[in-house]
């Protein structure tokens, strides 16, 4: 299974943009992946997802579409986040995950990463 690996997470203040990173080690991205987040007492919510390798799809929910944006590069192995105005309601931890493309579903994933903090102050 592989290993994934997020970073890029900080202190960041409202207004600023941030470039979240999905490192994978132990063998190629292969599947759909996408990024969840989780907010001190919420539950983990669905942000972004794209489609295995081969495919560039892209789906986000309603909520997420304009300010956060999914992409791959396969060479490196890497699957990005790029947030846009970020918002103190952004302040989450951000897990990358491997798992069935097209869905929004946490269930769903079986393979996460351990995530990585992003804060937002005014």
């Known amino acids: 299974q592989v290993q994934l690996v997020e970073s890029g997470g900080g202190l960041v203040q409202a207004g600023d943009s941030l470039r979240l990173t999905c490192a994978a080690s132990?063998?190629?991205?292969?599947?759909?992946m996408a990024w969840f987040r989780q907010a001190p007492g919420k539950e983990r919510e669905f942000v972004a997802g794209?489609?295995?390798?081969?495919?560039?799809?892209?789906y986000y929910t309603d909520s997420m579409k304009n300010r956060f944006t999914i992409s791959r590069d396969n060479a490196k192995n890497l699957i990005y986040l790029q947030i846009n105005s970020l918002k103190l309601e952004d302040t989450a931890v951000y897990y990358c995950a491997e798992g069935p493309a097209g869905s929004i579903f946490e269930p769903e994933y079986d393979n996460w990463g351990q995530g990585t903090q992003v804060t937002v102050s005014s």
């Open positions: 794209i489609s295995g390798t081969g495919g560039d799809d892209t």
């Open positions: 132990g063998r190629a991205f292969m599947y759909a």
